[in-house]
């Protein structure tokens, strides 16, 4: 069973730039979630996407935004960029079904962006 | 919302010696906590999870304990390995159909470097 995946694995932008992140969930997983990782400030929420919609959004601006194609994968945006927007951005896929299992978040090697 | 406090920061241990990291939760109406290890440049790795119907779970090397009552729950790690060096991050959610606005989302702790010297 192929992971979860992101693309690309490093983006280097200057101040005020847009940077575009991508996902892919583990096939039959249809929610995609985005959290953000700064250095030593552990994993915080960012978004929930689930069948196409936005399910829940974290304590971030509205210039962190993103959307869910039909195929589940994902889009994380990121508009006017600030210094501290340097981080790792992770993103992880669940099943959406009610089952055991449909807790379960599984993480892509996320996507290491630099502010400049 | 939910907050999750992790302890200790680091923590260094003996191969062989026992490692055990302490999680405490605010909101009782999470059920669900997964443990990850995120070595060093690699994904966070789900290695152990607990539901709030369970109060043990155990898997090979690596316990949970779950005390709903007060609040907390723990990872233990016996026989430690120099291989189990990573940082170690405790979660909690609530469940994604209880509606609000904490559903579905993992609430994380500041995470545990854990270093077994050989």
């Known amino acids: 069973e192929a992971g979860v995946t992101q693309s690309p694995t490093h983006l280097i932008k200057t101040r005020g730039q847009q940077a575009t992140l991508r996902c892919s969930p583990i096939s039959g997983h249809t929610s995609v979630y985005w959290y953000q990782q700064a250095l030593g400030l552990g994993l915080q929420f960012l978004l929930w996407y689930d069948e196409g919609e936005e399910r829940n959004r974290g304590n971030f601006p509205p210039r962190f935004s993103g959307r869910q194609f039909p195929n589940y994968s994902s889009e994380l945006n990121v508009n006017a960029l600030e210094l501290e927007d340097s981080a790792l951005y992770l993103c992880?896929?669940?099943?959406?079904?009610?089952?055991?299992?449909?807790?379960?978040?599984?993480f892509g090697p996320g996507t290491r962006l630099t502010v400049t | 919302g939910e907050n999750v406090e992790q302890h200790p920061s680091t923590l260094s241990v003996q191969e062989g010696d026992s490692a055990v990291i302490k999680c405490t939760y605010s909101d009782s109406a999470s059920n669900y906590f997964p443990w990850y290890k995120q070595e060093l440049g690699k994904r966070p790795q789900l290695i152990i999870d607990i539901r709030s119907n369970v109060g043990e779970k155990k898997d090979q090397r690596i316990a949970v304990t779950l005390n709903k009552t007060a609040k907390h729950f723990s990872l233990h790690i016996t026989e430690t390995q120099p291989e189990d060096s990573a940082v170690y991050f405790c979660a909690a959610s609530i469940p994604f159909n209880a509606g609000g606005t904490s559903y579905g989302k993992l609430t994380f702790g500041q995470g545990t470097i854990l270093t077994v010297h050989p």
């Open positions: 992880a896929s669940s099943l959406y079904e009610w089952t055991p299992r449909s807790y379960e978040q599984y």
